[in-house]
């Protein structure tokens, strides 16, 4: 488990306006958050759009990724997809591509029962000799891993870990005590303005999506919490709590993924980290007004001058 903790980020995909990907503004992202100090990466992630991308492409991104990682932090790959036999392509894929682990969420569309989804991993786990991280997101695959389906699947070794991105934090409360005494399973939280809180509670790390806008403030948030000062991390999350308020400055205009993550995109455009802000159609970017809005609060957090 010692490989898998502290600030763990889903990238970002930037896209040239013919919504190919745009590699140097994505090597560029790599580095920036590397640079930061951060301890993984995971891409093809939901920040990473990457229900967006199909096979050839996703193969493309993970290769990329590989080369520019070169073996700095681990690589961790989403090999996310409706059905099980799906996944499990993706999967020896991404273990080819070099990934150190792959990240599974519950199938999807199809409706699936808990022991449905207990048996969907056990199935990838079986068929791909590469380490599982399961990923509650229910406002995407509109199921919940349930308290007990995580906790089954972690002390029978299916899974090494836990992206929970569900905002349930008392259900993640509880997965944390059922797990303590299972060292070997990490436990991450994807809800990124409680980060602080999760931490105190004993969650091993955070994969918070603005860290692509601000991956050195996450840092800082996890070096107070290992040093025991609650204090400077307390004042840290408040700081990136303002400035993840750029999610909303969209939001009722476009969908709520095109308001985050474009959000996102826009400010990395601002800071020179990405060229474009191109979204995935039928995703609409931000308009110049909303672009503006989110350069007030980059400079009210300290990210602009």
């Known amino acids: 488990m010692a490989k898998f903790k502290g600030v763990v980020p889903p990238v970002v995909t930037p896209l040239n306006p013919d919504f190919t990907v745009d590699y140097p503004s994505y090597t560029r992202v790599l580095e920036h958050l590397i640079g930061a100090g951060c301890h993984g990466v995971f891409v093809l ?17 993970i290769e990329h990724s590989a080369k520019v990682v070169n073996g700095r932090v681990p690589l961790i790959v989403g090999t996310i997809d409706p059905t099980t036999d799906r996944v499990i392509e993706h999967a020896q ?6 990934a150190d682990a792959v990240v599974v969420t519950a199938p999807f569309y199809t409706v699936t029962s808990q022991s449905e989804i207990l048996d969907h991993f056990r199935y990838i786990r079986d068929a791909v000799d590469v380490p599982l991280i399961a990923y509650d997101i229910p406002v995407c695959v509109n199921v919940k891993l349930q308290r007990q389906t995580t906790v089954t699947l972690a002390k029978e070794g299916t899974i090494i870990g836990l992206k929970d991105s569900s905002g349930d934090d008392g259900n993640f409360r509880y997965v944390l005590l ?3 005494e299972h060292k070997e399973v990490f436990l991450m939280t994807g809800s990124e303005i409680v980060v602080d809180n999760a931490l105190l509670m004993g969650a091993d790390g955070v994969v918070p999506g603005i860290a692509n806008v601000d991956p050195h403030g996450y840092v800082r948030l ?22 993840f308020e750029i999610v909303w400055v969209a939001q009722g205009r476009v969908s709520g993924g095109a308001s985050g993550i474009g ?4 400010a990395m455009k601002r800071l020179g980290i ?6 995935p159609r039928p995703r609409a970017p931000l308009n110049e007004t909303e672009a503006a809005r989110i350069d007030e609060i980059l400079r009210a957090t300290g990210l602009l001058g």
């Not at 992630?45 to 991104?61: A, L, N, P, W, Y």
């Not at 894929?93 to 070099?98: I, R």
């Open 45 to 61: 992630g939901s920040t990473s759009e990457v229900i967006f991308h199909d096979e050839k492409m996703r193969r493309e991104i």
């Open 274 to 279: 990405i060229d474009s802000a191109v979204m």
């Open 263 to 266: 959000a996102f995109k826009a």
């Open 93 to 98: 894929a991404a273990k080819t591509a070099g």
């Open 222 to 243: 996890w070096d107070a919490a290992q040093r025991g000062d609650w204090a400077a991390a307390r004042k840290e999350q408040e700081r990136l709590c303002r400035l």
């Open 178 to 180: 059922d797990l303590a």
